[in-house]
């Protein structure tokens, strides 16, 4: 079989700047790429944005087959009728890299192309064998114009899209907690029963990839800074403890209540509108410089206050040294914005614990 010959049968493309707060992802996806042999893949936090984009930007067309039996049918007459049958994805860089790296989109899509790259085999629902040759996603194409396409399978958009088990993330973890393990801890967690579990500190090393000698050592340099990361970023975090070898693990609900926007919770969405049409015409600042600091400031309440004492830093020091704020247009007012927010959050309780958990805002 000629696994250069892919036929694309669907294109999917990030068109809105509106994102989900929250992601669907499939228990099967999970266990068989996130935690293959119950053992976590060691996935960069750049290639994790990735998949929470591709997840987002499907997450539309996603469905429990029960119930939509007929999309199932449809799938397969699209997808499982030919052996190489892929999907095309189009996702914006700076959705993987705010920071603007184009080493850092290239090295996430790089990671992504060959991990678990090989064949997989699925059978349709005639019963005949579909082979497809790849990873995760296969030829990225690095566009200059600030996007980046790639195809995915069959075999894993079936998992990604049809999920008869899944489990809610919110989108934007990808985006404010920077351990790449914390957020796996996050995926991992979301399957766990509201009575949680217990288990021993050699099966947590293997499953989480870790080394540490005592179930203590696990709980207060590992589990701690989990829980604070996922206490202050995502809907749902844990209770821990240990005794002797095992370990504890109990989920529970945060006070961040991802079925209701998250700009809703903390001002009025037109009290938002307004100041960042306040921010946009004094600063200057163009649409690909501030789309992923409206993002920030609109959805994440903690990172609307980070901003704000920034800014009011900001005016502060202008007025001490006698200029006038808008002598900082566009970037270079972001960078200023940016410099406070980092030296303001690492100045706090978290950030003494987690020093480069701060946000990114451009």
């Not at 250069?4 to 990030?14: A, G, M, S």
């Not at 949680?196 to 499953?207: A, F, M, R, W």
Request: glycine letters at 4%; proline letters at 4%.
């Amino acid at each position: 079989m000629d696994k250069d010959l892919r036929l694309i049968r669907k294109k999917f493309e990030d068109k809105s700047e509106v994102v989900h707060d929250r992601i669907r992802i499939g228990n099967r996806f999970v266990d068989d790429f996130i935690f293959d042999d119950n053992e976590a893949a060691d996935i960069p936090i750049n290639a994790l944005r990735v998949i929470f984009n591709i997840i987002s930007i499907i997450g539309n067309e996603q469905f429990r087959p029960e119930d939509r039996p007929k999309q199932l049918s449809l799938f397969d007459e699209e997808f499982e009728t030919e052996n190489n049958i892929f999907a095309s994805i189009k996702i914006r860089n700076s959705k993987i890299s705010p920071s603007g790296s184009t080493q850092q989109v290239i090295s996430a899509y790089e990671f992504l192309t060959r991990f678990k790259m090989g064949w997989y085999k699925s059978i349709n629902s005639k019963g005949k064998e579909i082979k497809t040759f790849g990873g995760l996603i296969s030829t990225p194409s690095y566009d200059k114009r600030g996007y980046t396409t790639f195809l995915v399978s069959s075999y894993w958009l079936k998992k990604l899209l049809v999920i008869p088990e899944y489990n809610y993330v919110l989108y934007n973890l990808v985006y404010n907690v920077r351990n790449n393990k914390h957020i796996i801890f996050a995926i991992w967690l979301s399957k766990l029963p509201e009575s949680g579990t217990v288990l021993k500190l050699s099966t947590l090393n293997k499953k989480f990839n870790l080394n540490y000698k005592t179930a203590n050592d696990f709980c207060f340099k590992f589990l701690k800074l989990a829980r604070i990361a996922l206490d202050q970023y995502n809907s749902l975090s844990f209770n821990y403890r240990c005794k002797a070898d095992s370990i504890f693990i109990i989920p529970y609900q945060t006070k961040i209540n991802s079925d209701v926007p998250i700009a809703e919770k903390q001002s009025k969405p037109s009290e938002i509108a307004r100041r960042l049409s306040y921010f946009r015409k004094r600063f200057g600042l163009q649409e690909s410089e501030m789309n992923q600091f409206f993002h920030q400031y609109r959805n994440i309440p903690q990172t609307r206050i980070l901003i704000e004492k920034a800014f009011t830093r900001f005016i502060k020091i202008c007025r001490l040294k006698r200029i006038q704020s808008t002598v900082f247009q566009g970037t270079d007012f972001l960078q200023e914005i940016q410099r406070l927010v980092i030296e303001i959050y690492q100045d706090s309780r978290t950030g003494k614990l987690i020093p480069n958990g701060y946000p990114i805002i451009l």
